[in-house]
Structures are given as structure tokens and as C-alpha cells.
């Protein structure tokens, strides 16, 4: 019996559909709490060639909610690690372990790669620059996060709005799962329905995920849908860069007020509400706009947007 006989039972998927699997190419970026079951299961599935993104390592207080990892890969990169433990789930599929960040520098070559997109990082500024280099490259982006009880997860760019037209007012402040909490089910259920979105996209099925966002409560059991064809794009958006893509005409400001000194030696150092009296340079000259994780930065732009016609780009530095 074959392994994958359950799903090639099933008419939406059949023998070609396998085939499809089997030749698929899928960036997962996150092999954390999202990344875990995604990876489990389009693994599972047969989907062909996996390249996976994260740059962190294996913590005793992920295990609650990663159940990839075990004891004994505690200070391992996940990438590797989780590429280990799916090549002895099924080694039919090629994992290929990139021990890494994804930023703006080496997105656009890994989204190039990829037929579907899958955003399991958890982090604003990671979402926003898979989204940005997916909207403009044409490729689908299955994009999740989950906190406390909470989560979702939606089908963004081909054919559907970006992740920023859904969101295009953030809050102030963003809890994180260190800060507020999360249950390992809550995470392990959004991931699995990010794993069908994919499959989903990869296998053509019809509704489309694309354009479609769910919401899992399970707080209060319960969830819901809603679809974002229309959802407008915003006029603009200031986008993500590297480090090393700041030139040295550029403005750069360091809104960190957890930081005694900016980043770098040519940057300056304001609050958030010190932008208000900032004399604004001639519009041929690109202002950069760092945080620690790209939202005070990104609601600062916005803000400046209303007075300054001129580029605006954001930086997040975490860990800096």
C-alpha cells in the first residue's frame, strides 16, 4: 500500500494530483510553533522539495508547543534539526535546512524558488517583507499567527490583496508569545489549516484559499471566515530593507528608546514623538526608520507619510 493512498483516494487529489506534490517547491520561513505542524504535514503529503528558513535555536520552553524537537536537540538551529527529524517522517521529500533569518536581502531569491510561500515566522516584520516580495513576484503567500488563544491565517497575493491591504493599521504595540502566552493546540490548529491552504493552492482546488482569512477563537470555541478580494492596496507602503541596503544619502533615525546609542554611528537617535519637530530633508533623499521589530517604525512612517512626499523605508533589528 502506498503511503500517500489515503490522499490519492481522495477525487480532488487522484494520481496527478500526487504527481503535482511530488514536483512542488515550498518555502517554509519559521520552524517554530506554525512551522512544526506545517512542516509535519506537507511533509507527510509528499509535497517534493521544502526550503526551510529560521535562524533560531531549539529552546526548552518551544517544547511545549514543537513536538518536532526533543531533549536532546536543545541549542540546536531548529532548521536543521527539524530537517532531520522529516527526513526519518518520510524521506521521499528533500528539506533543505537554511540556518538563517529571512530579510529583504535574501527574500526575493528564495520566494523566486517557490511555488507557494508559507510565513510561519510569527514576526510583523517578516510577514510584511514575504508579502511585499510575494505580491510582487506573483506568488501565493499562506501566512498564520497565533497568540494566547487566538489565531489566523489567510491566503494573500497571485491572485489576491497583500497581507498590508488586510492590515493596513497596525497597533502600537504587539504582545508576543514570551510576553503573553500561547497553548501548544492553538498553534498546531492554525498551522494545520496553513499546511491545507497550501496544498490547497499547490493542488488548485477550488474555493480558492487565496483571498480568504480564518479565525480561530478558542477562547470562547469559536471560528470564523471572511474573504478579501477587494481589500485596496495601500498608496506607498514603505518597505523593509537590510542593514547593509543603507546607503549613505539616506536619512536613518533609531526610534529604539531600549537602546542608549543608535545601531550605527551615522544614524540618529529620536523618540517616536520627536518625528513631529524633525526638519525633513530634500525629497531626493530616502529616510530609514529602525526599531527593534519594525512596528514603531512602520506606525512612525505612516505617521510621516502625511507630511513627507519622499521615500520612506523601514529596518527591524532584533536582537541589536
Known amino acids: 500500500m502506498s503511503r500517500y493512498a489515503r490522499q490519492i483516494a481522495l477525487p480532488e487529489v487522484g494520481e496527478a494530483g500526487q504527481n503535482r506534490l511530488r514536483a512542488a517547491r515550498v ?16 511533509v507527510g503529503a509528499g509535497v517534493g522539495t521544502i526550503t526551510l528558513i529560521d535562524g533560531d535555536l531549539v529552546g526548552e520552553s518551544n517544547l511545549h508547543r514543537q513536538p518536532l524537537y526533543r531533549l536532546r536537540d536543545i541549542a540546536r538551529p531548529k532548521a536543521e534539526a527539524a530537517a532531520e527529524a522529516l527526513a526519518a517522517l518520510n524521506p521521499d521529500v528533500t528539506v533543505r535546512p537554511l540556518v538563517d533569518w529571512l530579510t529583504p536581502a535574501n527574500a526575493p531569491a528564495l520566494v523566486a524558488q517557490a511555488d507557494v510561500v508559507l510565513d510561519c515566522a510569527d514576526t510583523f516584520a517578516v510577514s510584511f517583507t514575504l508579502s511585499d516580495v510575494a505580491y510582487a513576484s506573483g506568488t501565493p503567500l499562506i501566512s498564520a499567527s497565533a497568540l494566547g488563544l487566538r489565531g489566523y491565517v489567510g491566503g494573500f497575493c497571485r491572485s489576491a490583496p497583500s497581507l498590508r491591504a ?36 499547490l493542488l488548485d482546488l477550488a474555493p480558492s484559499p487565496l483571498g480568504r482569512m480564518m479565525v480561530l477563537d478558542a477562547a470562547n470555541w469559536r471560528s470564523s471566515d471572511f474573504r478579501f478580494e477587494d481589500a485596496p492596496e ?81 529596518l527591524a533589528l532584533p536582537g541589536t
Open 166 to 201: 488586510v492590515f493596513p493599521d497596525l497597533p502600537h504595540g504587539a504582545p508576543t508569545c514570551e510576553t503573553a502566552g500561547v497553548l501548544g493546540p492553538v498553534v498546531a490548529a492554525i498551522g494545520a489549516i496553513q499546511a491545507q491552504m497550501a496544498l490547497a493552492v
Open 27 to 42: 518555502l517554509v520561513a519559521g520552524a517554530g510553533g506554525l512551522g512544526v505542524p506545517v512542516l509535519q504535514y506537507l
Open 234 to 314: 495601500p498608496d506607498r507602503p514603505a518597505p523593509f530593507i537590510a542593514p547593509d541596503q543603507i546607503t549613505p544619502a539616506d536619512m536613518v533615525i533609531d526610534l529604539r528608546r531600549e537602546r542608549p546609542a543608535p545601531f550605527r554611528a551615522d544614524a540618529r537617535h529620536l523618540a517616536t514623538d520627536a518625528l513631529a519637530d524633525l526638519a525633513l530633508p530634500d525629497l531626493g533623499t530616502r529616510i530609514v526608520l529602525a526599531c527593534q521589530t519594525g512596528l514603531r517604525a512602520h506606525n512612525a512612517g505612516t505617521t510621516l507619510r502625511h507630511r513627507w512626499a519622499g521615500d520612506i523605508a523601514l
